[in-house]
C-alpha cells in the first residue's frame, strides 16, 4: 500500500514561475526522498531530508518536512520547460526498512 | 560510473515465451531492487537483493524469478506472463539495503525496460 500520497496530481505552470508539491505520509520515517521521472524513464533522486530537519536547499529546490503533520512540500523556484516531469516523494516506513514506499506522484507541466 | 544500466530498453514477449531483463551497476553498491510501475502510477516494490541475498520478495507472482549471480549483476527472469504484466520494469541500487540507523538510502535508478506481453 502506498506510503504517501501527494497534492496536486498535476500541476500546469509557465515557465518561470514556482511549483510547489505537497505530500503526506502515514507512518513515522527515518528520512523522506523526493524523485523526478522523466516521461516513463528512470527516476532522478533530486534530495534526501531526514526526520531532525525542517529544511532542505539544493540549488532551486526547497524541501520541507514536518513531522508533527507527516507531510513534506518541494518547492521549485523559476521553473524551466526542462522541469516538465513527474515527482515523487519516497518514505520508508521507519525503524530498520529495506523499503522506500513511493507516493502517488504529481505530474509537473512547464509551459515555455 | 554513476549508472545503473538495463537491457533491453523494449521487450515484447508472448505469454508463453522465457525472457529475462538485466541491470547492472559499478558503483559497489551492496543493494539492488526490482520495481514494477504501471502507467501514471507510482514504482511499486517487487524483489530486494542485500549483499547478493534475496531479502524482500514483496509477494510477487512466481512467473518473475529474480537472480543475482554477482555484486553488480540483476537479472529478473520472466516466463508464461500475463497481458497485465505489461509494464514498466525499473532496476535501482543502492550502497546498503538500510543505513547504519536503518534508514533507507539514496536509490540510483535504471532507465527500465518497457515491457509488453500479448
Known amino acids: 500500500s502506498q506510503q504517501g500520497e501527494e497534492d496536486p496530481q498535476a500541476l500546469s505552470i509557465q515557465e518561470g514561475e514556482n511549483a510547489t508539491m505537497n505530500c503526506s505520509y502515514k507512518?513515522?520515517?527515518?528520512?523522506l526522498q523526493w524523485y523526478r521521472q522523466n516521461s516513463g524513464r528512470g527516476l532522478v533522486h533530486l534530495i534526501l531530508?531526514?526526520?531532525?530537519?525542517r529544511e532542505k536547499h539544493s540549488g532551486r529546490l526547497r524541501v520541507t518536512l514536518d513531522t508533527s503533520k507527516k507531510s513534506s512540500s518541494l518547492l521549485i523556484t523559476a521553473s524551466r520547460a526542462a522541469d516538465t516531469a513527474s515527482y515523487f516523494c519516497?518514505?520508508?516506513?521507519?525503524?530498520?526498512?529495506?523499503?522506500?514506499?513511493f507516493g502517488s506522484g504529481t505530474r509537473l507541466l512547464v509551459r515555455p | 560510473d554513476t549508472e545503473v544500466t538495463q537491457t533491453p530498453k523494449h521487450l515484447v514477449m508472448g505469454m508463453t515465451n522465457k525472457k529475462s531483463l538485466k541491470c547492472e551497476q559499478h558503483?559497489?553498491?551492496?543493494?539492488m531492487y526490482w520495481y514494477k510501475q504501471k502507467a501514471k502510477k507510482p514504482p511499486e516494490l517487487m524483489f530486494v537483493?542485500?549483499?547478493?541475498?534475496?531479502?524482500i520478495n514483496e509477494s510477487v507472482p512466481s512467473r518473475f524469478s529474480p537472480e543475482c549471480p554477482n555484486s553488480s549483476l540483476l537479472n529478473l527472469h520472466l516466463h508464461a506472463l500475463q497481458p497485465e504484466d505489461s509494464a514498466l520494469y525499473l532496476c535501482?541500487?543502492?550502497?546498503?539495503?538500510?543505513?547504519?540507523?536503518?534508514?533507507?538510502?539514496?536509490?540510483?535508478f535504471g532507465p527500465g525496460t518497457r515491457l509488453l506481453v500479448l
Open positions: 535501482a541500487s543502492s550502497w546498503s539495503p538500510a543505513g547504519l540507523a536503518g534508514e533507507q538510502e539514496t536509490q540510483y
Open positions: 507512518t513515522s520515517i527515518n528520512n
Open positions: 531530508i531526514r526526520s531532525n530537519e
Open positions: 519516497a518514505t520508508d516506513a521507519g525503524g530498520s526498512s529495506y523499503k522506500l514506499i
Open positions: 558503483m559497489g553498491h551492496r543493494a
Open positions: 537483493y542485500s549483499y547478493e541475498k534475496l531479502s
